[in-house]
């Protein structure tokens, strides 16, 4: 067995986090932590803490709030498009597109990031912008090319609706409508969208007859072996995508929540990271995703530029452009890695095994206004 297959051996950590918040029906000057009934949030064995804002616990009231505003198309301007849009369950809460598409059937320049699993994180978007959940909600409606609205006139619309302003009583203790509380409240139901039941996730801890095949575990040992030019097998895909020996392997954990230029291009039009930090060693920077579930968020990278996954993990097997910021550990980059067909099926085959069809077809997170 390849450098890190010993993971499969490891004994999972249990890990809980609960939530607590006061019930209080009072005046709209407390704060909004007062209100609603807790929700205890459950953490999967071997996840980090979950990274709750201290002004914004779960409630059931909040979460319930939050998943009919993720799909309320009122938060657009023109009223046809909400969250959900482009944040499709069954594609693992990204788009089917290479580029999200607006409300005026504008494509913009970057596909919308897979949503799953964001308790875990503390950043957002493709170049880090945003360092919590609750500016993140915001930040698309006001966005000119996605849902084209201002916050003023989304809260009007919403308070107007005899729908929300009970439900914003209920979850915040006001039916004052804010767009703090519209942010808050869609942070609360994102929060609860964890994926970790995989076939992976059921190897790893152990479970009862739950064992890869041997093309499998092949393609895992690929993944997560060192590739080496002088005549190397690995992909050193498990440098990026997961450090950790854990049930947490390959979902935003250790590098996963950093920014890296992977060599998709040789020259970036879009400079990613740089934006923000203004640095030149952060061009083609991007934050990296998880590579759980996968199989369904295609087309990948942050332009949608590779179609499928044949195409991706021909990519690496490329080994990517040559380019002054490319990261030390694509090592084939300008080289190669020269997988043969059956590695690349491997390869394939253990990717597949961390599509987490429950959370896929889940309808707790599924739209509640059908």
């Avoid at 409630?59 to 959900?84: H, M, V």
């Avoid at 020259?267 to 640095?279: F, L, N, P, Q, W």
Wanted: charged share 20%; hydrophobic share 40%.
């Amino acid at each position: 067995m390849k450098k890190h297959a010993k993971s499969l051996a490891l004994a999972s950590i249990g890990l809980s986090v609960l939530v607590f918040a006061q019930c209080r029906e009072d005046a709209p000057t407390i704060p909004s932590q007062s209100f609603g009934t807790p929700y205890t949030l459950e953490v999967p064995a071997g996840f980090p803490p979950a990274n709750i804002q201290p002004g914004n616990p779960l409630t059931e009231e909040g979460i319930k709030l939050g998943r009919f505003l993720f799909y309320e198309k009122a938060l657009s301007g023109d009223g046809t498009q909400s969250c959900g849009s482009c944040h499709i369950q069954e594609r693992a809460f990204t788009d089917a597109t290479a580029t999200s598409v607006g409300i005026n059937g504008t494509f913009g320049t970057r596909k919308a990031m897979p949503l799953f699993n964001l308790a875990f994180h503390d950043n957002f978007f493709w170049d880090g912008r945003s360092l919590t959940l609750e500016e993140q909600a915001l930040v698309p409606i006001e966005d000119p090319i996605e849902m084209d609205n201002d916050l003023a006139t989304a809260v009007a619309r919403l308070q107007a609706n005899p729908m929300y302003p009970p439900m914003f009583k209920a979850a915040f203790g006001s039916s004052t409508i804010t767009a703090e509380n519209l942010g808050k409240a869609i942070a609360q139901f994102e929060r609860t969208l964890i994926s970790a039941n995989s076939k992976f996730d059921s190897v790893i801890r152990l479970q009862t007859g739950a064992t890869f095949t041997e093309l499998e575990q092949r393609g895992y040992e690929l993944f997560t072996s060192d590739f080496d030019p002088n005549g190397g097998f690995g992909g050193d895909c498990f440098h990026c995508h997961g450090e950790r020996e854990t049930a947490y392997l390959f979902g935003a954990f250790g590098r996963d929540l950093q920014f890296i230029n992977n060599g998709l291009k040789a020259v970036y039009s879009d400079e990613g990271r740089a934006r923000i930090t203004g640095k030149v060693e952060d061009i083609g920077k991007f934050k990296v995703p998880s590579v759980r579930n996968v199989e369904f968020g295609f087309p990948f990278m942050h332009d949608g530029s590779i179609p499928n996954l044949d195409s991706l993990i021909g990519f690496y097997n490329f080994g990517g452009h040559l380019h002054p910021n490319i990261d030390p550990n694509m090592k084939a980059a300008g080289i190669g890695r020269n997988w043969n067909a059956g590695q690349k099926q491997a390869l394939a085959a253990f990717l597949r095994t961390l599509s987490d069809y429950k959370f896929l077809e889940d309808t707790a997170f599924s739209d509640p206004h059908n």
